[in-house]
């Protein structure tokens, strides 16, 4: 069984338009800064920064949750994928997106949490603010 991190951070959008934005190639691209060809569909596969990191939309709670599976090219061959849960919560001025990132690599944790907020974190904040 890998590692699993958590983390949060609010955003001043309302939980449907970083739903859609989250599953938006070109709106992906946007708020991490990293190219994206993702769509909004189950069973559909994506990749991110050149594909460094692939995986599939598992499951989609519309403006609420997406799971995905999800690996990069740092992952040993043998490893299984892990699991992304992408959770929108609405909350008094805006949403509360929480990460939880299951069955990475053991070790790997550290590397990911900072991955996850110098790469969505940070961009996302610029991002989010800016358009409002």
């Not at 069973?43 to 999800?70: A, H, M, P």
Request: hydrophobic share 30%.
């Amino acid at each position: 069984m890998g590692e699993t991190i958590k983390l949060s951070m609010k955003l001043p959008v309302t939980p449907r338009e970083l739903y859609e934005a989250w599953l938006d190639a070109e709106k992906h691209a946007a708020f991490t800064g990293l190219n994206a060809d993702i769509e909004r569909r189950v069973g559909s596969k994506f990749t991110v920064c050149d594909g460094y990191i692939t995986g599939e939309n598992l499951k989609l709670y519309r403006f609420n949750k997406i799971i995905q599976s999800w690996r990069t090219t740092d992952f040993p061959e043998e490893a299984e994928d892990s699991t992304v849960t992408i959770e929108l919560e609405q909350i008094k001025d805006g949403t509360k997106l929480t990460i939880l990132h299951e069955n990475l690599p053991e070790g790997d944790g550290k590397k990911y949490r900072q991955d996850w907020r110098e790469h969505y974190f940070k961009p996302m904040k610029v991002y989010f603010s800016e358009e409002k």
